[in-house]
C-alpha cells in the first residue's frame, strides 16, 4: 500500500532547524505520529514529500518556509493596549494567548511590554525557518467513514483537531 489521499499515515520523525540544526520535535524513544493523509493535518511540503511512499521507507527532506508555517511577516506584529489583557494580573514577554478575531481564533505570542502596550506576534513560532525532516513510514491503512467526515485521525497517536 502506497501513502494517497485518505490513507492513515503513522511516521516516526525528527524535525531540524537547519539554520540552527536545533532539534524541534521528534518522535524518537515515544510514540509515532499518525494521520490522516490529504487532510491538511501536517504541512504541505511533509505532505506532498511522503505522497507515493510505502511502509519501510525512510526520506530525508528540507522543507523551505512558504511549504512549512509560512514566511515571517512583519505585519502580523501589532501594539495592543495593556487593557486587551484584562484579568489577566501581569503580562510579561513569552506569554501565549488565543485572540478571537472574525476569521477565528489566532494565537499570539507577547514580545515586549512597556507602561501603555503590549507588543504580539502573531507569526507561527516556525514561520520563516526551513525545516529538516527525517521520517520513517510505520504503518499505512484505510481511513475509516468517520475519520474521514472528521478530517482527522481518531485514536492514539493521532494529529487531533
Do not use: W
Not at 525512510?58 to 489583557?85: M, N
Not at 507588543?119 to 467513514?145: C, Q, W, Y
Amino acid at each position: 500500500m502506497t501513502i494517497e489521499q485518505k490513507k492513515v499515515v503513522t511516521i516516526h520523525y525528527k524535525v531540524t532547524d537547519v539554520a540552527s540544526n536545533e532539534v524541534i520535535d521528534s518522535s524518537e524513544g515515544g510514540q509515532p505520529m499518525t494521520y490522516l493523509h490529504g487532510a491538511q493535518n501536517i504541512i504541505p511540503g511533509l505532505e506532498a514529500a511522503l505522497e507515493g511512499k510505502q511502509v519501510g521507507d525512510e526520506l530525508e527532506v528540507t522543507i523551505a518556509p512558504e511549504d512549512a508555517y509560512g514566511e515571517y511577516s512583519d505585519e502580523r506584529i501589532q501594539k495592543v493596549p495593556h487593557e486587551a489583557f484584562q484579568g489577566v494580573e501581569k503580562v510579561e514577554p513569552g506569554m501565549a494567548f488565543t485572540a478571537q478575531t472574525e476569521h477565528g481564533p489566532i494565537n499570539l505570542i507577547v514580545t515586549e511590554v512597556d507602561e501603555t502596550e503590549v507588543t504580539v506576534d502573531a507569526n507561527h513560532p516556525l514561520a520563516g525557518k526551513s525545516l529538516a525532516f527525517s521520517v520513517k513510514v510505520e504503518s499505512i491503512r484505510e481511513a475509516s467513514e468517520e475519520e474521514l467526515q472528521h478530517g482527522h485521525v481518531h485514536g492514539e497517536g493521532g494529529v487531533q483537531h
